[in-house]
């Protein structure tokens, strides 16, 4: 296949041709066989030009210099053969690949003009110019000098050149300043350059503003016109190119043209001088090919992405209060982390580079932004109550149970409220059961009965307020996730002659995803207003009794159970054995002995036992994995020890903000560890506070060799 592919290169074939001669083959195939071909025709067109130029100058001598020696250009009369076949095969002056042939063309000139012409001291003074300006080592400041000397009118006796700035590299500035002195000196008489058109057109090439353009493609509309449009790629192509002076005019047509690609094309030496580091760079992709490249000193090419830096806590917005009967509002959910964005990527193609250590590349991924927090829910509203003012205003009024008729007690409908249900009876046996609501959730349970008999009689009434229900707080809002962070950039430096990676210093690095947010507080339920009853009974004794229920009673009840527990309810630590002790005191004396309080005191003591030591490994990973966490209390490795021994069903109560969390989360861990569980379920009735768990606990169980997740999903597919 090679030899095929290099006859046809030689008979002045094109690549269809070749493709012809083969037949029908797999598109692999015919990819490989246009890229052998086109790197074997690029070889022969190279070699050939240069084979023409060594016959040129031996033939004609000092007219190939006029001729073509100053005009190294590949659309030159010189080149035009040449350059005819490279377009019969599709490639163009562009190329990348035949980007630099010019300035290996210009080097080779001045090999053979050394080998077989010897040059007066002109020539020699123009040829150490060039080679300064191609040397890859002239300093911002020489170059500012030529490029005034130059706008200025180019005369010889104005060239003088300071380089006390130049580089401890740069070897030919003596070198020119001798040749300058020398030429000067024997042409006392000369005020110009003999050749100096020639010299002002190489230096119009080393001094040339570079050209920023961005590309267009071009498009036919339906009536043939054809138009231009802007893409999102900007082109920088000149000769010597310094950075330092083209980055204010790159980063202004970057940020106003929402550029996305940047191409810089340097025909000789591209001077990296400054940091190219700019906010407007992030996540650009940078592409630069020169046939030199220096870089002048420490620097930084920095396309990393986008991203955001952990800051304060979001939160969305809070649900509303409850008002008008209607529950507290659910919290907003917090929303998703915007994802941190992808780097750009870097290629760097050239054939000299000049202090590569010196660069650093940064092709970092952005972080992604960190997901807000549930919004909290709104309380609800509280009920309202009954009071002894509604009592006696709504009760139904009467004398007496005995003398009353019955007729006062059958009419009974108060104002404003509305009856839901009513049944009665009047013969043999009395009764009445009214009920009737208010529209502020109020309700009113309104019984009388009688049984009169010859021998007795018996009469009861129950009048009842009941105190609206408190509405229901709303659920906290979903937490947000957060973003993920952006994937790191490609970077690529190297010559493309020998494939040699140059040994810049890169960082490369994803960025890291935000932080999931919170899950909202869930809002407060509304209090249930107090209820108020009246219970009258006929009796010998007074019968009739005034029943009230509000928070100060339940309170009161609250404090009496309170008391009893006080001493194991401590917001102090206590040893293990003190606790024992206080159980012991308040729970029944039947428990089975083997899980008595001092039984599990003897456990907990004994760091050998199989679930003590499995007990103390979740605590230091709860210590290890909570900043300021000082270790499970007593009262709760209690609590986990009762849980995980007991033969029965168990019902264990935890006040809030002891630990109920860390409580349940070490059950189930030491369950699936010690037990044939391959399967642990927690149960809660909060579809809220299982996500919660399931997400601030989850590295708290992948810590233990376990996962966790939570089935709250509305889907049902997806709960299954």
Known sequence: ????????????????????????????KISFVKKSFETELLKYVK?????????????????????????????????????????????????????????????????IEDLFLSLDEEQALIRLIIEWFEAGEMSLNIWKQWKKWFDEGAELEKLTIDYSDSSSNDLTKLMFADALK????????CKEFSKKKELDQLLSLYLEKPKIKIEENEYVD?????????????????????????????????????????????????????????????????????????VWSN?????????????????????????????????????????????????IITKDMINPELLTVILNGGNGENGENGGKGGDGEDGKEA?????????????????????????????????????????????????????????????????????????????????????????????????EGGSRGECTVMNPDTGQEYPVKKDQRNGNPGKDGKVGECGKNGKNGNDMAIIDRSAREPGKHVLITNELQQTEIIKKVEKTYKQVISAKDRDLDVIAELIEGVHD???????????????LQNPSDPITEILNQINDCICSLREGFAGLRDTQRMAIMYAVHSNKNLLSQVNTGEGKSYIVAAIAIIRAKSGDYKFIDIITSSPVLAQRDATEMRDIYEAMGLSVNHNCDEDTEKRK
């Open 182 to 189: 020398k030429f000067l000196s024997k042409e006392s008489s």
């Open 299 to 347: 620097h930084i090419i920095n396309v990393s992405g986008k991203g955001y830096e952990f800051s304060e806590e979001r939160k969305a917005n809070d649900g509303n209060n409850g008002k008008n009967r209607k529950p507290g509002e659910n919290g907003k959910n917090g929303r998703d982390g915007k994802p941190g964005e992808s780097s750009g990527n870097i290629t």
């Open 1 to 28: 296949m090679k030899l095929m592919v290099i006859q046809a290169v030689y008979n002045n074939s094109t690549i269809d041709d070749l493709l012809g001669k083969l037949g029908n083959m797999e598109e692999n």
């Open 387 to 483: 009071t002894k003012e509604d009592l006696d205003g709504l009760c139904v009024e009467y004398e007496s149970l005995y003398t009353d008729n019955w007729e006062t007690f059958e009419k009974y409908n108060p104002e404003g409220w509305t009856a839901t249900f009513k049944a009665m009876n009047s013969i043999p046996n009395y009764y009445i059961f009214y009920e009737f609501e208010h529209t502020d959730g109020r309700k009113i349970h309104y019984t009388y009965g009688a049984d009169a008999g010859w021998i007795y009689n018996w009469y009861e009434l129950v009048f009842w307020i009941k105190g609206a229900d408190g509405t229901p707080g709303g659920i906290g809002g979903e937490n947000g996730k957060g973003g």
């Open 589 to 603: 004396t039947d428990l089975e002995a083997q899980n008595s309080p001092q039984s599990i005191v003897k456990i």
């Open 47 to 111: 070699s050939k030009i240069k084979e023409k130029m060594v016959y040129s100058i031996i033939k004609k001598g000092f007219h190939f210099i006029d001729e073509v020696g100053k005009n190294m250009k590949l659309n030159s009369d010189f080149f035009k053969e040449f350059n005819n076949i490279l377009i019969k095969n599709n490639i163009k002056s562009y190329d990348e690949r035949i980007v630099g042939w010019p300035g290996d063309f210009c080097k080779f000139y001045r090999l």
């Open 222 to 294: 339906q009536n043939g016109q054809k138009y231009e449009v802007e893409t999102t790629t900007v082109d920088i192509v000149g000769g010597i190119i310094f950075l330092s002076l083209i980055k204010e005019g790159l980063e202004e047509i970057i940020k106003d043209k929402n550029i996305e690609q940047i191409d810089i094309i340097a025909r000789n030496t591209f001077y990296i001088d400054c940091d190219l580091d700019s906010d407007i760079l992030e996540g650009k992709n940078l592409s630069i090919s020169a046939e030199k490249i220096n």
